[in-house]
């Protein structure tokens, strides 16, 4: 079993759409969930990080942790074709380096 | 957060040869890390980089497979080395920003083997 799991996708939606994006893992220990977004062709970026349960909300993006499930999701409201790319979740166990990192969903927001 | 400048951004390369990977920071960092993204698969971490001290190697990795050099705090060299063609894939540096683990990634290299 992988200590991340994430849907590849792809997740095709149009313009003006929710998105949710999920992933799940098995290690209690990881403590930092972040976010990032990959365009083709590029590095990814980071987009979204927490180290608590919860939600954490940033304009169109908000990241929902649910550490009792082993559950992080991001939601992307009003999703414009700008937003097309890989989504990858990501996250550490605390004083490690060390990130695990999921498989990537990748989304395509069509106009 | 730092700007990193990888290169090359992409190469093909003849099965039985090398490549080395250059990646360079615009700012001092203690760590450097280089990653593999594989098609269809996550990002894994190859090698952990400090300057002055041998690169630790995650498991599944050897510096005899990818020697890692990082002769100052902004530089840092990945060589895939007697490449096959299960090497193909891209390889990414990374150093943390921000501080509390916040990772920055350059822009990858991609490579093909043939």
């Known amino acids: 079993q992988k200590e991340v799991e994430q849907d590849p996708g792809p997740l095709s939606v149009p313009e003006g759409a929710i998105v949710s994006l999920n992933c799940t893992y098995s290690?209690?220990?990881?403590?930092?969930f972040m976010w990032y977004r990959q365009y083709s062709r590029k590095g990814p970026e980071l987009l979204m990080y927490?180290?608590?349960?919860g939600n954490k909300e940033d304009g169109r993006f908000t990241a929902q942790v649910d550490k009792s499930s082993k559950y992080i999701s991001l939601f992307i409201r009003d999703s414009q074709p700008s937003d097309s790319a890989t989504y990858l979740c990501?996250?550490?166990?605390?004083?490690?380096?060390?990130?695990?990192f999921g498989t990537g969903t990748r989304l395509q927001v069509f106009p | 957060s730092a700007v990193i400048s990888q290169k090359p951004s992409r190469d093909i390369c003849q099965r039985g040869t090398s490549l080395t990977i250059q990646c360079q920071v615009d700012?001092?960092?203690?760590?450097m890390f280089w990653y593999r993204q594989q098609p269809g698969q996550s990002l894994t971490l190859i090698a952990t980089?400090?300057?002055?001290?041998?690169?630790?190697?995650e498991s599944g990795f050897v510096i005899d497979k990818f020697p890692i050099s990082r002769p100052n705090l902004t530089f840092s060299t990945l060589t895939v080395s007697n490449m096959s063609p299960e090497d193909s894939s891209i390889y990414l540096c990374?150093?943390?920003?921000?501080?509390?683990?916040?990772?920055?990634f350059g822009s990858g290299t991609r490579l093909t083997v043939v």
């Open positions: 990374s150093v943390e920003t921000q501080g509390a683990l916040l990772y920055t």
């Open positions: 290690n209690s220990a990881f403590q930092y």
């Open positions: 927490t180290y608590s349960s």
């Open positions: 990501a996250m550490s166990i605390f004083n490690t380096d060390k990130l695990i």
């Open positions: 700012s001092q960092v203690t760590m």
């Open positions: 980089a400090n300057q002055g001290s041998e690169a630790t190697y």
